[in-house]
């Protein structure tokens, strides 16, 4: 587990980029946060880390926007899925274990059906300390990615 603090958008940006410049195909990274935690904002972090260079928004009236590259990122944001069982009706599975980079904001609301190794970041407003202040908790979930905590830099 990694805890960081950001202090403006910027950096939560940086922090999602050096997280993305680790990130190999097939892995899953898995958001939770209030509304304007800034998950978006990392997100679009982790896509610059992939050379994306097309406009990040949140996906949440199609739930998955795709953005090819060399590694593919698949950019979900599931708040409005009312049960997990539309996840597969969209087909998660085949870009869970597809050949890109799944990110998934409000990772919380599908629970049941994350995979069982993820990377999990958790992002809170620090409200004591004002406005722009978020604790970023990184927390590695299984074997796969057992390296990556000593190999991300920030
Ligand atoms: P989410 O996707 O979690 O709803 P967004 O990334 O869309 O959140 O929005 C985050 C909002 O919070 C933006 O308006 C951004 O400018 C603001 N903000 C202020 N400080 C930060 C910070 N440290 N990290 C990320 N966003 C921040
Ligand atoms: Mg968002």
Request: proline fraction near 3%; include cysteine.
């Amino acid at each position: 587990m990694k805890e960081f603090k950001t202090y403006s958008p910027e950096e939560t940006y940086k922090l999602g980029t050096a997280l993305g410049k680790i990130l190999r195909r097939g892995d899953a990274v898995c958001l939770t946060g209030d509304l304007g935690a800034g998950k978006t904002a990392f997100t679009k972090g982790i896509a610059a880390a992939l050379d994306i260079k097309g406009h990040i928004t949140s996906p949440t009236f199609t739930i998955v926007n795709e953005y090819n590259s060399e590694i593919p990122l698949y950019h979900f944001d599931v708040y409005r899925i009312s049960d997990s069982e539309e996840m597969f009706g969209i087909g998660f599975e085949e870009y869970l274990y597809g050949n890109g980079i799944v990110v998934i904001e409000w990772a919380n609301m599908i629970e049941d059906i994350l995979p069982g190794e993820y990377i999990s970041v958790d992002i809170k407003k620090c409200l004591e300390e004002g406005g722009d202040t978020r604790a970023i908790k990184i927390v590695f979930l299984g074997n796969r990615y057992k390296e990556y905590e000593g190999r991300l830099s920030f």
